[in-house]
């Protein structure tokens, strides 16, 4: 059986960042694979959130996940604190890793850089993602690029989890999409386009307004150019231009290059910001829909029993390797 798991952070607001490298690629494997698609807010807690933030942004990715076409009667969707679980095996997993491998995670390094303090949970970050997935027998985990080092860890903590206790967790693969799975900040292409960003212009958000969408395009950086072709290392910022539009449009990158051919870059982000908020406009109404109604409750409800079944016997099972006493 193919088994998926992934989950978006409640710790900003939802960006189109995420909407290419995880929620995108969520609908499209949700009819292939059996999947759970979870809110993750102990990893949330790991950097300072204000609680009411946190409440409603955990609200807002569970109805993002639904607005933009997770079928909840088929994936089940919940919020990880719902499920102790993570907990438990987090706390195995981090009796499992090892200090340097933690240390070398750059995303702990990019979140503790400059910072007085950081909180021990972030640091140990990867071992609770680890039980996420293999709590679940995954053997896919659709992610974007910057999530690829903590994957790595996750199947090395399988590995040694099931050489050391027996065999105990599948060994998942990553899914990185070749289209989507990086895309930057509009401010600056060297910087993946990120929630934290204080630039407001640099992400567009899921919940931006038409207006808000077609200014922040009409600000991005180009180059001098005013070519309409795909190649990172010299052109990144056009680049990261098409791919979005590739994502939100489904057109090829060819196709795209040969649209815009000879016509310089006006017409192609005029063109680039309709094109999401075509895609994004419909998202927003079912989100409002959804956002403070009972069935985003029962789904939530439904989706943490359904998880909790699932995760039981997983827990169970690496208690008894390791030696726990269990009944
Ligand atoms: P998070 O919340 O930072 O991001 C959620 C997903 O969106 C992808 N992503 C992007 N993809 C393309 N371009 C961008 N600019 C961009 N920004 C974000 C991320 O790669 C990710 O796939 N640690 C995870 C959450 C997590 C998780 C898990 C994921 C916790 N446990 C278990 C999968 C399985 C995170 O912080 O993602």
Known sequence: MKRVISGIKPSGELNIGGYGGALQPFITIQHEYECFFFVPDLHAI????????????SKDIAAFYIAAGIDPKKSAIFIQSH????????????????????????QFKEKSDGKDSVSAALFTYPALMAADILLYQATHVPVGDDQKQHLEMTRDLALRFN???GSTFVVPEPIIQSLGSRIMGLDDPSKKMSKSNPNRNSCVLML???DEIRKKFSKAVTDSEGSVHLDWEAKPAVSNLIEIYAVFSGDSIAAIERQYEGQGYGSFKRDLAEVVVEKLIPIQERYKEIIDSEELITILKDGALKASEAAKATLHQAKRAMGFVTF
Request: hydrophobic letters at 30%.
């Open 208 to 210: 931006d307004s038409p």
């Open 46 to 57: 790991t950097v300072t959130q204000d609680p009411k933030e946190l409440y409603q942004r």
């Open 163 to 165: 050489n050391r206790f």
């Open 83 to 106: 499920v102790p679980a993570h907990a438990e095996l987090g706390w195995m997993m981090e009796t499992q890793s090892h200090f340097g491998e933690l240390s070398r995670m750059t």
